[in-house]
């Protein structure tokens, strides 16, 4: 599996893969919510996204075939905001989520934040990699977000 940084070239990708993550929402998100996360996953949002210099974003090829990415905002000089990661396999998340630390690390940035819910795999996902609940929200009634932060430490 090849992790390379995400160009425009594969708006089109990103888009259907984050379309098909929609596709069936579990009942308790609220319709409008979804509505604007499917508005946000089309192709001429994506790609207008590429132009952010803030933008923080790599995916996943294997054999010349997209399986995934993982993208982010840096906040600030120090913090980052990892917005959204998906992929064919569990493995290929992690893929991702290992170099998105690692490109942070490099940049010297001292803390990821992003938030997820209880029944998403990202979640645990997050916590089997030190990402730590900070605070939670409520989103609607039987909906609960949790902000997670993984502070980095120098290498």
Request: net charge positive.
């Amino acid at each position: 599996m090849e992790i390379k940084k995400a160009s425009k070239k594969y708006s089109s990708q990103i888009s259907k893969l984050m379309l098909e993550d929609l596709k069936n929402p579990d009942k308790r998100f609220p319709k409008e919510m979804i509505q604007k996360f499917r508005e946000h996953a089309s192709v001429e949002i994506i790609t207008s996204e590429f132009s952010n210099p803030n933008l923080i974003s790599f995916l996943a090829l294997e054999n010349d075939s997209f399986k995934g990415f993982i993208v982010g905002y840096k906040k600030d000089k120090y913090n980052v905001y990892l917005d959204y990661v998906t992929g064919n396999k569990r493995k290929t998340k992690e893929l991702l989520l290992e170099r998105f630390i690692s490109y942070c690390k490099k940049e010297k940035i001292k803390s990821i934040i992003t938030d997820s819910f209880e029944f998403f795999d990202n979640y645990k996902m997050l916590l089997e990699n030190n990402f730590q609940v900070f605070k939670k929200e409520n989103i609607a009634p039987k909906l609960e977000m949790f902000w997670l932060r993984l502070k980095l430490k120098r290498t």
